[in-house]
């Protein structure tokens, strides 16, 4: 076999361990209790932690962007809706 075969055979092997290894994992997760509960808010505090790094970053549209977003988010409660306001803002305003 040539290296090409191998490679491709060792990254397929590679993608199926870790797949395997996520789902016999994910039968072990507890459903109920305080680890439950953090594995449930665990992808909200890394969004949030991302935008709030990002905000840091950024200068006048992304905080422009941020603030109507929250105001989004605040009286719509639909998050699909603030990040589609939050990126239009953004790309809006740096625009201009």
């Known amino acids: 076999m ?6 491709v055979l060792g990254l397929g092997l590679g993608t199926f361990a870790i797949r395997l290894t996520g789902y016999l994992l994910g039968q072990r997760v507890p ?43 605040a009286l719509t409660r639909s ?5 589609i306001v939050g990126i239009g803002v953004v790309l809006l305003v740096r625009g201009l």
């Open 31 to 73: 459903q109920t209790g305080p680890w439950a509960r953090g594995l449930e808010a665990l992808p909200g505090c890394l969004f949030a932690a991302l935008v709030t790094y990002l905000l840091l970053q950024g200068q006048g549209p992304e905080w422009i962007a941020g603030a109507l977003a929250a105001l989004t988010a």
């Open 2 to 7: 040539d290296n090409v075969t191998l490679t």
């Open 79 to 83: 998050l699909s809706l603030t990040m």
